[in-house]
């Protein structure tokens, strides 16, 4: 790309305005204050404010059930947005609408309606109950809904992609003698790959603080299937801001961390391929 | 640079004037709505969860009451949720000229930011309380696990549901009460006590963040054997199902005492402090003592009380938070961290 010192589109410093004012009033003014309330307690408080058993269990349940959360829906959001872009059928447009719905839908209303579709009494439940596993009020209802929360980031973030990419390089490599699963690995997957990881890490972080419907499913049982958002809660209810804002403090520079090392990959592979 | 800087500045004013715009304009409503005795006032109350259907009928008893004393109309926003969660948002700025909560403590949360004066406990009889509730079982028809008295409920093979006592006021009782009756069996040997809330909270299947979410579990999900629950709320369980539930009244448990109070930084600000004293004072009339007997509160008035004894055990022995000291004491000792409900689970 060419780049001036004079610009074709005018403008520059308003715009810049508007995303520094809209950067500082929505992201960073709450994140710093969150920052200046835990900083009422010092190092070693806030040391020990994270490192209590129970914290430390809770962030246990929550990274793994979000990391768990988050690859189901790499590959499944992989795969839906390949069918969505990929193949016509009946009532395709109803259906790519629906993917949305997990972010129009309040969070609660969500775990209200997966907890009674999958505690032993519900429809879903009843089945795997007979088997002897139980997912509403276990890890796995609180992975569960995970998946379901996560699974527009990833589906939306491949599908452009997917819908750039050319058939006719597959069929350049089929016509080569290529596989099918070759095909898949050398052609599509280097494609896509730098979206799914994006959408897969935006999808991580936003399991790692969800709230609203994972304590209705997860039965929210100390050292079992307490997630750290209810600990914070928890900590609220008690009116200690303080350590409240220091356990927030970690889910919250894990998550940076993880989007931080997504935007890295990606900037590394776009450098590999050229763009 | 400086073309980004000016904007920055200029886009910063012009939030600013259009905040203070909607700021001024709130106010000035305000105040001609006090002016002028004839129009209509607004108060809001907020209130905790399961008073939703109490204060439904008794904003249409008030509103009928107020119209006769003053000729003015009045309407009342209600906002329900987690006591807690509401306390703190009164305590954050969210505008309420009345707060009906579920414990004391949550009112003294309100009163430590400054929007409440000291001594809001004696400003209305009963220490504040106009209803009471109590702690009480809920299980499955028939019994089918032969539940009596909180004994009975930290036998091997049953399954409790009960909120959790750090996010919810109600949990709180629940788990005082339970404290209540180890102690009469154990007297002061805290040891027992707390091996025996430790055999209770083994018995927990769910603790859910809040009282309606326990009911949920309970009733529509079908988990446990028993759920601890707030007197008012186990009638209403048992009113909208009334073939599958039976309630068990415990040989003890505890007064829940449901904390009212004028938030009195706002209503000075509204002007409003007439309206809502008279909203909170005409609790304790006889009709809405009444009401509040109708809607499964115990009221306040011993005589009214007494008319509804079918509905009510009266019997029951009733433990107050004065016997644990008070509020603030039971907090410091049973629910902040590293208190005696974690040990439960910690140790």
């Known amino acids: 790309m060419k780049r001036s010192g004079k610009r074709v589109i005018p403008g520059f410093g308003l715009s810049m305005g508007v995303t520094l004012t809209m950067v500082s009033l929505i992201v960073i003014i709450p994140l710093a204050s969150l920052v200046v309330f835990s900083a009422k307690l010092s190092p070693a408080d ?20 979000a990391l768990i959360a988050s690859l189901i829906n790499a590959v499944m959001g992989v795969i839906l947005a390949w069918v969505l872009v990929r193949y016509d059928f009946p009532l395709k447009k109803l259906l790519d609408g629906l993917i949305e719905l997990p972010f129009a839908m309040p969070t609660a209303v969500a775990g209200i309606a997966l907890t009674s579709l999958t505690s032993d009494k519900g429809l879903i439940g009843q089945f795997f109950s ?13 992975t569960v ?48 790959l730098p979206a799914a990881l994006t959408g897969t890490g935006l999808a991580f972080g936003r399991c790692l603080g ?24 928890s900590e609220l209810q008690e009116y200690d801001y303080a350590s409240a804002s220091a356990i927030a403090l970690v889910i919250l520079a894990a998550a940076f961390l993880i989007l931080f090392l997504v935007n890295l990959i990606q900037a590394r592979n776009s450098k590999i391929l050229g763009r | 640079m400086k073309k980004i800087i000016y904007s920055v500045i200029a886009l910063s004013a012009a939030a600013a004037t259009l905040l203070t715009a909607c700021g001024s304009s709130d106010t000035s409503d305000n105040g001609d709505s006090t002016e002028n005795q004839t129009e209509k006032v607004t108060i809001t109350n907020v209130s905790y969860d399961p008073t939703r259907e109490l204060y439904a009928a008794y904003n249409e008893l008030f509103a009928a009451h107020w119209k006769e004393l003053k000729g003015q109309d009045v309407e009342i926003t209600q906002s329900h949720g987690g006591s807690g969660k509401q306390a703190l948002e009164v305590a954050n700025g969210l505008e309420a000229d009345v707060v009906t909560l579920a414990l004391e403590y949550d009112v003294n949360a309100v009163r430590d930011a400054g929007l409440i004066e000291d001594g809001w406990v004696s400003e209305f009889d009963k220490d504040s309380s106009p209803y009471t509730s109590t702690i009480v079982f809920l299980v499955r028809k028939d019994n089918p696990k032969d539940i009596h008295d909180w004994d009975d409920i930290v036998k091997e093979g049953v399954g409790i549901i009960t909120p959790n006592p750090k996010t919810s006021g109600g949990a709180r009782w629940n788990y005082l009460a339970a404290w209540a009756f180890a102690q009469k069996q154990y007297g002061d040997d805290e040891e027992q006590i707390k091996d025996f809330m430790k055999k209770l909270f083994a018995n927990v299947l769910v603790l859910d963040s ?12 079908g988990q446990g ?33 449901p904390s009212v109070a ?35 509160y115990r009221p306040s008035d ?7 004894s079918d509905t009510f055990d009266l019997d029951l022995d009733l433990v107050t938070i004065a016997d644990f000291g008070g509020w603030d004491e039971a907090q410091e000792k049973h629910f902040t961290d590293g208190g005696i409900f974690d040990q439960i689970y910690e140790e």
């Open chain 1, 145 to 192: 809904a995970l998946v379901f929360i996560g699974i527009p980031f990833v589906v939306r973030a491949v599908q452009p992609v997917l819908e750039k990419l050319d058939p006719s390089y597959e069929e350049a490599a089929g016509s080569m003698g290529a596989s099918g699963s070759v095909i898949f690995r050398r052609v599509i997957l280097p494609e896509i």
């Open chain 1, 46 to 65: 806030i040391w020990a404010a994270i490192t209590r058993e129970r914290v430390l269990a809770s962030f246990k349940v929550s990274f793994l059930t």
């Open chain 1, 210 to 233: 969800e709230y609203g419907s994972v304590v209705f499913i997860a039965g929210n049982k100390p050292f079992e299937t307490e997630i750290t958002p209810l600990i914070i809660m």
């Open chain 2, 302 to 308: 011993p005589d009214i009380l007494n008319e509804f």
């Open chain 1, 130 to 142: 007979r088997f002897g596993i139980k997912i509403a009020y276990t890890r796995i209802g609180i």
């Open chain 2, 210 to 221: 809040g009282a309606r979410g326990a009911t949920t579990t309970f009733v529509e999900n």
């Open chain 2, 225 to 257: 054997d028993v759920l601890l629950a707030w007197e008012n709320e186990a009638y209403l369980s048992i009113q909208d199902h009334p073939d599958e539930y039976e309630i068990i009244t415990p040989s003890i448990s505890i007064l829940a005492q």
């Open chain 2, 262 to 296: 004028v938030v009195d930084s706002v209503v000075d600000e509204r002007g409003t402090r007439e309206v809502a004293t008279e909203y909170l004072s005409y609790l304790y009339s006889d009709e809405a003592q009444r009401l509040a007997g109708e809607n499964y």
